[in-house]
Each structure stands twice: as C-alpha cells, then as structure tokens.
C-alpha cells in the first residue's frame, strides 16, 4: 500500500470482525473442551465451528477488499477526470 492510499473505516471494522469471528469460533472450541462437552463427535463438531467461523472471517474481509477496491476506483477516476479537464482547457486555450 502506497503512503498516500489508507484504509476506509468499514474496510478496519470488517477486518476486525473478521479476526473476532476467529477468536470466538476457537474460543467456543476451547469452551467446550473445558466444560467437557459429551459427544460421541466432539472432534467433528469443533472442526465444524472452526471451519464457520473461518469462513465467515473470509466473507467479512472479502467485503472489506471489495469496498477498498470501489473506494479507491472511484478516487483514481476522480484524478483522471480532473487531469482530463485540465488537458482539455490547456487544448482549448491553444
């Protein structure tokens, strides 16, 4: 990331989330070792809840990317337009 381009707020607080549905999908795992969950497939369910929580950081940061990328299009077109217009009244002074 160049030192000019920064990060929109939403893309941070998705990247946050993303790192909290982590957190709270193996700490539910870590809960249910301690509280000695009985089930015949404690492994399976624990994989479960860590794979959905993975899977929902991954659609939270892919919102996030998409968001930065529309910000920073619509920034980009904003220069190009303006560089444009100046061209085009530097030509029609000429």
Do not use: C
């Not at 982590?22 to 492994?43: E, R």
């Amino acid at each position: 990331m160049k030192a000019e381009e920064k990060r929109m707020p939403t893309t941070l607080l998705l990247m946050v989330f993303s790192w909290l549905a982590v957190f709270g999908g193996v700490s539910t795992v870590i809960f249910f070792k301690l509280a000695k969950y009985k089930d015949d497939n404690f492994l399976i369910s624990s994989l479960l809840v860590i794979l959905g929580s993975m899977l929902l950081a991954a659609i939270l940061r892919m919102f996030g990317n998409i968001g930065q990328m529309v910000f920073d299009s619509t920034k980009n077109l904003k220069v190009l337009l303006d560089e444009n217009k100046r061209a085009k009244d530097v030509l029609n002074e000429a």
